[in-house]
Nanobody, 127 residues
């Protein structure tokens, strides 16, 4: 069993930066692919980024490439999402998720691939 707790969301002006953190409890954190998703009001939850376990591979949605960076610290059981050049359309609740030993990029862009989810952290970008 894994519990995920996100933090770092807040109100920021367009063009600003935020770093989200997701702390995981439980064992074998390094064996989980970690993902970030987001959900804006009235919209479906959408894939943002993933960090694949064991492969040192990251994958991003097109709309965040070059602006967001996912990283992880296995010693701290924590995954991060550094968000730069934020836009009002980035406003959403951001969720981290964990997928046990999955490496298929096609699958990892879907919510069904993930076994555990955090409660989310609100990011609001003002224009």
């Amino acid at each position: 069993q894994v519990q995920l707790v996100e933090s770092g969301g807040e109100l920021v002006q367009a063009g600003g930066s935020l770093r989200l953190s997701c702390a995981a409890s439980g064992r074998s954190f390094s064996l989980y692919t970690m993902g970030w998703f987001r959900q804006a009001p009235g919209k479906e939850r959408e894939f943002v980024a993933a960090d694949l376990w064991s492969l040192s591979v990251t994958h991003y949605a097109d709309f965040v490439k070059g602006r967001f960076t996912i990283s992880r610290d296995n010693a701290k059981n924590t995954v991060y999402l550094q968000m730069n050049s934020l836009k009002p359309e980035d406003t959403a609740v951001y969720y981290c998720a964990a997928a046990w030993m999955k490496t298929s990029l096609k699958v990892l862009t879907t919510t069904q691939a993930y076994d555990y989810w955090g409660q989310g952290t609100q990011v609001t970008v003002s224009s």
